[in-house]
Nanobody, 116 residues
């Protein structure tokens, strides 16, 4: 019912920046919140940040002060601005939508690689 497509990943040097996009389609009116996650090889998937209609975004300690979530409702798109990137930020990044029915929808992920 909701489809999510991430884009914007790539290879960047330590200290650099990237902006990821999460484009939503389908029943976008039913989305209550969008979150960004990442998963490095051999590690658990980590919640980074969420954004909703009525509350301020929150951030994991690992990215607070460096990453910023924002949205453009006209484009049905959520962004993740990533600054001061570190090699330990290397992971597949995913967006996730929570809809009013209680269901979750995931995108396909986009690879971010940060070199030393």
């Amino acid at each position: 019912q909701v489809r999510l497509v991430e884009s914007g990943g790539g290879l960047v040097q330590a200290g650099g920046s990237l902006r990821l996009s999460c484009a939503a389609s389908g029943s976008t009116f039913s989305i209550d919140a969008i979150g960004w996650y990442r998963q490095a090889p051999g590690k658990q998937r980590e919640l980074l940040t969420t954004i909703s209609s009525g509350g301020a975004p929150n951030y994991a300690d690992s990215v607070k002060g460096r990453f910023t979530i924002s949205r453009d409702n006209a484009k049905n798109t959520v962004y993740l601005q990533m600054n001061s990137l570190k090699p330990e930020d290397t992971a597949v990044y995913y967006c996730n939508a929570l809809v009013r029915s209680g269901s979750y929808y995931w995108g396909q992920g986009t690879q971010v690689t940060v070199s030393s």
